[in-house]
Each structure stands twice: as structure tokens, then as C-alpha cells.
Nanobody, 127 residues
């Protein structure tokens, strides 16, 4: 059974940092591209970042470039998202997702590109 379990969310002040983790099990982690998505209340789920199966290629939505960093540890079957300089617009439920050998180019940011999803972790940026 495929499982993706996110953790690390919470309440942080503007300008602060958080590190999200996603523990994966039930599939061959290093054969899958991983992604982070987020969904704010009343908005569509949007792709935040993507990293290919070996970690060699990444992609980011423009709004987080220079602030967020995606990484993975294939030995630990874990995906990370380091989020710095957080602002209230980053408030959302954050989800990790998996897709077999998806390239982080073109339409990687589409929900339909990923087949497996976690339950999400809430990030709230507020003073």
C-alpha cells in the first residue's frame, strides 16, 4: 500500500521558516518523481515544486523561487521542502505527491500529473 505522510507544518510568523517532510512507503521511492502542492481555502490546488527520481532536476512555481528548496533523501525514502521568508500568501495545506518517472518540465504542476497523494500538513503564516 502506497503511503505518503507529510509533517512539519505549523504556525509561523511572516519572514520565518519551516521544513516540511514527506515519508514515503509502499513503492520504489527512487523510481518516482516527487512534488509538493498546496491548496489555500477557496483556491485550486497548485504545484509548488517538483524533483525528479534521482534528484537531478527540480522545478518551482514562480511565487516560491529563491525562497523554497525541494530535496529528497532516497536512502530514507523522504522528501523535504525547506521554506524560508514565508509570507501570509503561503498559508495553505501542503501535500506531497508521487509520479513514476515524471519529468519536472512542461505540465508537471498539473494535479493530474501525479498519481499518489498524501493527506497534507497545514502551514499558517500569521503574526
Amino acid at each position: 500500500e502506497v503511503q505518503l505522510v507529510e509533517s512539519g507544518g505549523g504556525l509561523v510568523q511572516p519572514g520565518g521558516s519551516l521544513r516540511l517532510s514527506c515519508a514515503a512507503s509502499g513503492f520504489t521511492f527512487d523510481d518516482y518523481t516527487m512534488g509538493w502542492f498546496r491548496q489555500a481555502p477557496g483556491k485550486e490546488r497548485e504545484g509548488v515544486s517538483c524533483i525528479t527520481w534521482g534528484g537531478g532536476n527540480t522545478a518551482y512555481v514562480d511565487s516560491v523561487k529563491g525562497r523554497f528548496t525541494i530535496s529528497r533523501d532516497n536512502a530514507k525514502n523522504t522528501l523535504y521542502l525547506q521554506m524560508n521568508s514565508l509570507n501570509p500568501e503561503d498559508t495553505a495545506m501542503y501535500y506531497c505527491a508521487a509520479a513514476k518517472r515524471l519529468l519536472c518540465s512542461g505540465s508537471w504542476f498539473a494535479k493530474s500529473s501525479f498519481s499518489e497523494w498524501g493527506q497534507g500538513t497545514q502551514v499558517t503564516v500569521s503574526s
